[in-house]
């Protein structure tokens, strides 16, 4: 009966729950005989069912999530066929009559994060084990998670940790606005208590249903959380606390052992009049788009967090952002999945910066060992190629001899929404490094990832401060042996062969070529006077400085993201943070952001911050 009960409160927690909504009363009607069920959290099983009812209510705000997270990058176009709601938060004209502004979706989820905090009962053991602690920290995360979309997406946000569970809670209380910066500072310090904390797991191969096609879906309960020290990371990097950042991105990796996933992508041609270099010694097997396929997103060792969405509508709620791409997840066979009315497709600014960048391959020799001569050429990343469909041909298309050449991107099949992957942490670290003074220890995890051959004599690239750094961390005495040969370099997932290794000739991904090239791009800008005044001058003369560098490296990372990223819900909430970064600098990030997203054609100046935000629904 217990679990019934508390099956009905989940229930009506994220149905009818008289939640933060009321708050902006035109987001839900409401009854003023309605009353909220309290469920008891008593019991060593309550919390099961709840945990899980927060989730279903991550569900319901997926689709947003991912649209404003998307569609105000630079990374997608629209076409004939945009819906006119993802088509205004393209160009910054959305209004609060766009369904994907609503506040009340994450204020739903902050709300029940409120209720099972304050409710829990946090004495509850199985001998010397505390059975609700990991539970516990998984909902702390979720509300910062929330919270940390709202600031993204509204600036400044009413604030409340107590539950609220009447309406006359609601109606006399004046919830204090918080920014981003305040609202870290309010959640931080009870999340680092938890750091280090596993988060629940329930069942890692859970079978929740075929999809319309037929086939299973499965998932994986420990992804379906955000560890504590990912979102502290999160807060820290956000609000320029990056030594903060930094630890806790390192700490999340350490105490669960996560290394880089091997991801290599086929070196493949571009169109018909390209060729594969004959002097190719290996071509790497393609597995880094197994990463979104059906079969393996709940066992995929890169996804960190997701938000596994129903297998139809019966069992839940779905998603339509696999259609949006032409990609009909609920079809009724495979066949039919493809659709050609597509609604938004790689931009221009996505195809000049993947096209044209150096993929790095071994040589073929006569005597000695393969990969002592490793050169490049002008490939691009492999990634977006194997990221897209190319022509309606590809199996399994509606037909064969269709000679169309729409173009699909391929990244849901699995029909979840990807919160974060391991390579997004350490592409956060490296952003914290980045900023800490460290961007040699940055470009490591791009060219080498983390490997002892970093600590060497011979590796003289790298200052004697990021060596200590990884020193001190990934390669000292307790993490060593996790670490040492754990050479997956980020950037060789879509470009080759970047790291040295132990091979006599060096790979010519370097550090300083790449930072010379990335110093050539911004030299060419009409407007870097505006973006990084005195630059230009600075190369001329040969006397950039270590913040030109920093500064370098920051756009390196940002192109990085952009292609490892793509297409996953992002891009905006990272071009945010990167813009924050360089104001925090002395730079114009707000004019660096508004140049990043000018394709767009933005109703309204971005040089101004309060121009980021959605209107939010009062």
């Known amino acids: 009966m217990k ?21 902006f009363t035109s ?17 060593k099983t309550d919390s099961v069912f709840y945990a899980f009812g927060i989730a ?35 160009n910054f004209s959305a209004t609060v009559a766009n369904r994907y502004d609503s506040a009340y979706v994450y204020y739903r989820v902050i709300n029940n994060c409120n209720y099972y905090l304050t409710h829990r009962n946090r004495d509850l053991r199985t001998g010397a084990t505390d059975v609700t602690k990991n539970e516990y920290a ?109 630890d806790s991105y390192f700490k999340y990796l350490s105490t669960t052992k996560t290394t880089m996933p091997t991801v290599h992508t086929t070196l493949k041609m571009r169109s018909a009049d390209m060729s594969f270099p004959t002097d190719i010694q290996r071509i790497w097997a ?65 195809d000049n910066l993947v096209a044209n960048l150096d993929y790095y391959y071994w040589k073929s020799v006569t005597g000695g060992l393969p990969g002592q001569n490793i050169t ?34 391929n990244k849901f099949q699995s029909g979840n929404i990807i919160l974060y992957r391991v390579t997004t942490v350490y592409l956060h670290l490296c952003e914290a490094l980045n900023r800490m003074e460290l961007p040699d220890a940055a470009f490591a995890f791009l060219k080498e990832g983390l490997t002892t051959n970093l600590t ?44 040295d290794g132990n091979y006599s000739n060096a790979s010519p991904y370097t550090f300083k070529s790449e930072i010379a090239r990335k110093f050539a791009e911004i030299d060419a800008l009409s407007n870097k006077e505006t973006i990084y005044p005195g630059l230009s001058a600075r190369i001329a003369a040969g006397t950039t400085t270590k913040s030109d560098t920093i500064m370098a490296m ?16 992002s891009r905006w909430y990272d071009l945010m943070r990167f813009a924050r970064h360089k104001n925090r600098a002395g730079l114009q990030g707000n004019a660096w952001l508004a140049e990043k997203v000018k394709t767009n054609n933005p109703v309204k100046s971005l040089l101004s911050e309060s121009n980021w935000y959605l209107p939010m629904r009062k």
């Open 456 to 499: 060497l004599p011979t590796t003289t690239w790298l200052s004697d401060d990021a060596k200590n750094y990884f020193l001190n961390t990934f390669l000292n005495a307790a993490n060593e042996d996790t670490y040492k040969a754990n050479s997956q370099p980020i950037h060789g997932h879509g470009f080759g062969d970047t790291a």
């Open 27 to 43: 987001c839900m009607d409401v009854e003023s005989d309605r009353q909220a069920f309290e469920p008891n959290l008593n019991e």
């Open 56 to 90: 279903q209510a991550m569900q319901q705000l997926a689709d947003q999530y991912f649209y404003q997270g998307e569609m105000r990058g630079e990374l997608v176009k629209t076409t004939q066929y945009t819906d006119s709601m993802l088509s205004q938060l393209k």
């Open 376 to 409: 490049s050429g002008k490939y691009g990343d492999m990634r977006s190629l194997s990221n897209i469909y190319p022509t309606r041909s590809t199996t399994p298309m509606p037909s064969d001899d269709d000679e169309e050449t729409t173009e699909w991107i």
């Open 138 to 246: 998984a909902v702390l995360a979720y509300r910062a998670w929330a919270y940390l979309q709202l600031a993204r997406n509204y600036g400044t946000v009413p604030f409340f940790t107590e539950p609220l569970t009447s309406i006359s809670q609601i109606e006399d209380n004046q919830f204090p606005s918080y920014n981003l910066d305040q609202i870290a500072n309010a959640l931080c310090p009870e999340l680092l208590s938890y750091s280090g904390t596993p988060v629940p797991n329930y069942g890692t191969n859970i079978n929740v249903g075929n999809i319309n096609s037929g086939s299973s879906k499965s998932i994986n309960t420990q992804k379906i959380f955000i560890p504590v020290d990912v979102i502290l990371g999160d807060l820290y990097l956000e609000t320029g606390k990056y030594k903060d950042a930094a």
């Open 554 to 569: 920051e756009e390196l990372l940002c192109d990085e993201e952009a292609m490892e990223f793509c297409f996953e819900g």
């Open 3 to 23: 679990n019934n009960n508390m099956k009905r409160a989940t229930t009506i927690l994220l149905g009818t729950f008289l939640s933060a909504s009321l708050l």
């Open 286 to 350: 393609d597995n880094y788009i197994n990463i979104f396929s059906a079969g393996n997103s709940s066992t995929c060792l890169d996804i960190v967090s997701y938000i596994p969405m129903a297998v139809n509508s019966l069992r839940g709620t779905v998603t339509n952002v696999p259609i949006t791409f032409g990609y009909d997840y609920y079809a009724l066979s495979a066949r039919e999945r493809w659709i050609e009315n597509v609604q938004l497709d790689k931009s221009q600014e996505y």
